[in-house]
């Protein structure tokens, strides 16, 4: 079988396909190289992810959502930071060491030819895994692009000031009406800080640069920052690329494997439509592929993923626009800092909460709604705005 790209998802497709006794092709041309990436190992799922230390930047202390004046910070003790670059090429290696060939090109070609594909005109395999993510070609070659309103874009910047302190924020209503948000990250000796909004919003630059100058004013100089009140010039070197967010629950319908063929990772689309994580996904998706395929059937694939993590899949695409209404969030807030609310919140975001959340929010509502009125604020956010 062969495996065109080696992200997280085709890396962890490969070695668990190798694993599984198979004879496996491993595609990529880029390794070792850095995806446009936060780099944060989502809190949900992160005993999928293989990542040792050497890879880990930084361990999360907080995660943060603000909103105006309104900030909710979440102490947590799972997530963690990865360098892309670093990461990647770890789960590369891995493949390769499970056993997995590895070819260093750039697939071109792909046709079936008597049952069997041919891979730039000189490769054969039975099976193919499409893992060359958001929009790449197994995808088009496969199935539809995957349309520009049902992708995020995301960029920001590698600023080269160090971290005073291990919380990832999520900022909200920097462009109101609009969905997404922006985000700075903690890693080791720098900051990540993005944009993450529906492709085509306006202003998604702009309002990053705006919060750049209000926490470390200053200018850009020759593509760095330089900081008005010392004088230095810090780096400043910027990222970008799409991620897919399904605006519609039902392109969740749609198969993405068939006879002889899976997508995974961002190839299947499988990021979740709020927030644009894709890493736990990705290599989840990635050895449930490669287990459909040591099957011998590739469209097991969709039970694989529908059993394991299609729940949030759908939940988010159906919310999305509902959660990032501009009532909703100053609802969300005024209710997310009480008492009532704050630890379900707490739970949700740390990914430990397993009861039934629809069910306990209309249970918790009344008295959140009482204790907002009366700004009764949760004992973890006394100190904070
Ligand atoms: C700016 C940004 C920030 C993000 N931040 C986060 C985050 O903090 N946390 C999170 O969980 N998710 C985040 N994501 C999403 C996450 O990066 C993706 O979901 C994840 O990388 C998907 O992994 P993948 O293996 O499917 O694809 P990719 O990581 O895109 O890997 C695809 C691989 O395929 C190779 N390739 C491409 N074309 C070909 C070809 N024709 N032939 C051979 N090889 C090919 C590439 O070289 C690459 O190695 C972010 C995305 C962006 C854009």
Redesign the pocket.
């Known amino acids: 079988m062969a495996v ?8 962890s497709a490969a070695r668990e396909a190798a694993q599984r006794g198979l004879s496996v092709l491993l ?5 070792p ?1 850095r ?8 809190v949900k799922g992160i005993e999928w992810m293989d990542a040792p230390e050497s890879s880990i930047e930084c361990e999360m202390t907080s995660i943060s959502f603000t909103l105006k004046s309104t900030k909710l910070k979440i102490p947590v003790s799972k997530g963690k930071m990865v360098r ?1 670059d670093d990461w ?1 090429f770890y789960l590369y290696n891995r493949a390769k060491e499970a056993g997995a060939g590895h070819i260093v ?4 070609s792909l046709e079936l030819e008597k049952g069997f594909w041919k891979i730039n005109g000189k490769y054969i395999a039975k099976y193919v895994i499409g ?4 929009n ?3 995808r088009r070659h496969l199935m539809d692009r995957i349309p520009r309103e049902h992708l995020f874009a ?3 910047y590698y600023l080269g000031i160090k971290p005073t302190e291990n919380e990832v924020e999520f900022i909200l209503g920097a462009l109101p009406g609009e969905e997404g948000y922006l985000w700075v ?1 903690p890693k080791s000796d720098h900051y990540n800080i ?1 944009y ?1 909004f529906n492709a085509g919003t306006p202003g998604m630059k702009e309002a990053l640069h705006k919060l750049m100058e209000e926490r470390w004013p200053g200018e850009f100089v020759d593509r760095k920052w330089k900081l008005s009140e010392t004088g230095e010039t810090v780096d400043c070197k910027q ?5 897919p967010s399904y605006n519609d629950s039902e392109l969740f319908d749609e198969p993405v494997s068939g006879e002889n063929w899976v997508l ?4 299947a689309g499988h ?1 979740n439509p709020i927030h ?7 290599v989840l998706g ?1 050895r449930l592929a490669a287990k459909a395929i040591s099957k011998g059937d590739p469209t097991l694939f969709e039970k694989y993923w529908r059993s394991h993590y299609s729940r949030d899949m759908y939940r988010a695409a159906k919310t999305k626009h509902r959660i990032y209404g501009s009532k909703f969030m100053r609802i969300g807030f005024a209710l997310g800092k009480t008492p009532a609310m704050f630890e379900m919140l707490a739970s949700l975001t740390r990914g430990d909460y397993y009861g039934k959340a629809t069910r306990n929010f209309w249970f918790k509502l009344p008295l959140a709604i009482l204790q907002a009125t009366f700004r009764m604020k949760h004992k973890e956010l006394k100190g904070l705005s």
């Open positions: 065109i790209g080696g992200g997280p998802a085709g890396a595609f990529d041309h880029a390794h190289r995806k446009a990436c936060g780099g944060g190992l989502p892309r990647d090109e750039r697939v071109t893992a060359d993510g958001v790449g070609f197994t995301a960029g920001g990250f993005g993450c990222f970008g690329s799409a991620i995974c990772g961002d190839a990021v644009g994580e894709g890493l736990n996904h990705a990635g």
